[in-house]
Nanobody, 121 residues
Framework: VQLQACGGGLVQPGGSLRLSCVASGFSLDTYGIGWFRQAPGKGREGISNIHRDGTTFYLNSVKGRFTISRDNGKNTVYLQMNDLKPEDTAVYYC????????????????WGQGTLVTVSS
């Protein structure tokens, strides 16, 4: 049972990246999937979630810029990030669980290893 987050990199302000969260050993479609991030010197925060039924959640700071989606056929959840800002610089993690509150880390059971996103000119 494993999650792998990938797709991070260096991007200029205003640019875009798409992160992928790929599952192995289990089917993502039976789980809620969350994206978290941890900026340098800060705690980890939940920024987006997609429920099993497709309902989505976004933290206010990313709402309108980030879009979460899932492709059950590829066992993958994506986070499309547009209009990136320097304050989006962080290590991004995906996690699987059945959270009643999408931003609570303890409600997720399986975590990926993180992918670094750096937004800088």
């Amino acid at each position: 049972v494993q999650l792998q987050a990938c797709g991070g990199g260096l991007v200029q302000p205003g640019g875009s990246l798409r992160l992928s969260c790929v599952a192995s050993g289990f089917s993502l479609d039976t789980y809620g999937i969350g994206w978290f991030r941890q900026a340098p010197g800060k705690g980890r925060e939940g920024i987006s979630n997609i429920h099993r039924d497709g309902t989505t959640f976004y933290l206010n700071s990313v709402k309108g810029r980030f879009t979460i989606s899932r492709d059950n056929g590829k066992n993958t959840v994506y986070l499309q990030m547009n209009d990136l800002k320097p304050e989006d610089t962080a290590v991004y993690y995906c996690a699987a669980g059945w959270p009643s509150i999408p931003t609570i880390e303890l409600e997720y059971d399986v975590w990926g290893q993180g992918t670094l996103v750096t937004v800088s000119s």
